[in-house]
C-alpha cells in the first residue's frame, strides 16, 4: 500500500495490522457454545490489511474504457477462451483438489506456511495474490486468446481453506473456473472504473518479491551462521559472507537477481566449510 498510496496510507496499513494482531492475540480465544474457538492472528491481521488494500484502491475513480475496448476488439479470443471452459474447468478443480492434498500449491509463500501446517494464513497469502494477478490474467488472456489453467489461482485460495476435503475444493475449484471464465467482460469493464484496483495488481506482485527478497536473505544469513559455529566455532563469519555477497552482486558486472543471493550465498559458504574441513584448515569444536 506504501508502493501504490504513498508513505502515510502505508503507515495508516501497517498500523491497523499491527493493532489487529495483538487484539487477537490477547482476546482472540473465546467460548462458543461448549467448546472454544481459537482465532489465528496472523490470519486476521493479514485479513485487515487486505481490506484496506482494496477500499484504498477503489477510492481512485477513472473514465477510461481501455479495457471495455480491448474486450470489443479482441472478442474472438474471448470466444475462443469459453469454447473450452469444460476442459479449463476440470483443470481448475484438479488443481484445488491437488492443493487441498499438499500435492502442490501456487506460490513460494504459501508453500512456506503450508508446510507450517498454517492453512488458513497460507489461504489468505493465496487470495492476496489471487486478487492482485485479476487485472494481469484478464487482460493476457483478452488480447492472446489463451487462459492459463489455474486461472487468476483462486482455484489454490479454494485448495487451501478446504484443506483435506479434495471432492469439496475439486466442485468449488471446477465453479470459480466457469465464472472466471465468463465473467471475463464484466471484470474488465470493471477495472476500467476502478483503474486503482487495476494498478493494485503489480503492486501486490512487487511487494510480495521483496518480502521473499528479505525474507531469503535473512535466511541465509542464519543458516550460514549455523554452518560457521557448528564447523568452526566462531560466531559472525557466516553472516558476514552472505551479507558481503549480497553487497557485492550489487556492482558485479552480471549480477544475478536479489531473491537468489542469500540461498546461493549460503550454498557457497557451505560447500566452502566442508572443504576446508576436508582440508584439516578447520576443525570440528568438540563439545565440552
Known amino acids: ?59 481512485r475513480k477513472g473514465t477510461e474504457n481501455t479495457n471495455e475496448v480491448l474486450t470489443q476488439g479482441f472478442e474472438g479470443n474471448i470466444l475462443r477462451i469459453r469454447k473450452k471452459w469444460l476442459l479449463l474447468a476440470i483443470m481448475g ?25 498454517e492453512y488458513s494464513n497460507a489461504g489468505l497469502t493465496a487470495l492476496a495474490r489471487a486478487i492482485g494477478f485479476i487485472p494481469l490474467v484478464f ?12 486461472g487468476c489461482t483462486f482455484v489454490f485460495v479454494i485448495g487451501l481453506f478446504f484443506h ?35 494498478d493494485m495488481g ?15 536473505l535473512a535466511g541465509g544469513i542464519v543458516a550460514a551462521e549455523k554452518m560457521s559455529v557448528a564447523a568452526s566455532g566462531y560466531t559472525g563469519i557466516g ?9 557485492l552482486n550489487k556492482k558485479a558486472k552480471k549480477p544475478i537477481v536479489d531473491l537468489a543471493v542469500g540461498p546461493v550465498a549460503c550454498i557457497v559458504f557451505g560447500i566452502m566449510m566442508n572443504l576446508l574441513l576436508l582440508i584439516g584448515l578447520i576443525a570440528v569444536p568438540v563439545a565440552k
Open 1 to 59: 500500500m506504501a508502493y501504490q498510496h504513498g508513505f502515510k496510507k502505508g503507515m495508516t496499513a501497517g498500523g491497523v495490522t499491527i493493532l489487529v494482531y495483538y487484539l487477537i492475540k490477547k482476546f482472540g480465544v473465546f467460548t462458543l457454545g461448549a467448546g472454544k474457538v481459537s482465532l489465528n492472528a496472523e490470519g486476521m491481521a493479514m485479513l485487515a490489511g487486505m481490506i484496506l488494500m482494496i477500499i484504498f484502491a477503489a477510492q
Open 93 to 117: 478443480g484438479l488443481l484445488a483438489a491437488g492443493t487441498s492434498l499438499s500435492i502442490v500449491a501456487g506460490d513460494p509463500a504459501s508453500l512456506a506456511l503450508l508446510a507450517k501446517q
Open 164 to 198: 483435506g476435503n479434495p471432492i469439496v475444493a475439486f466442485i468449488l475449484g471446477f465453479a470459480v473456473m466457469v465464472a472466471e471464465i465468463y465473467l471475463i467482460n464484466i471484470f474488465a469493464k470493471g477495472m476500467d472504473r476502478f483503474p486503482g484496483v487495476k
Open 202 to 216: 503489480e503492486y501486490v506482485r512487487t511487494s510480495m518479491n521483496k518480502v521473499l527478497e528479505v525474507s531469503l
Open 139 to 150: 487482460t493476457t488472456a483478452i488480447v492472446t486468446g489463451v487462459y492459463g489453467v489455474a
Open 239 to 247: 553472516a558476514l559472507f552472505v551479507i558481503g555477497a549480497f553487497l
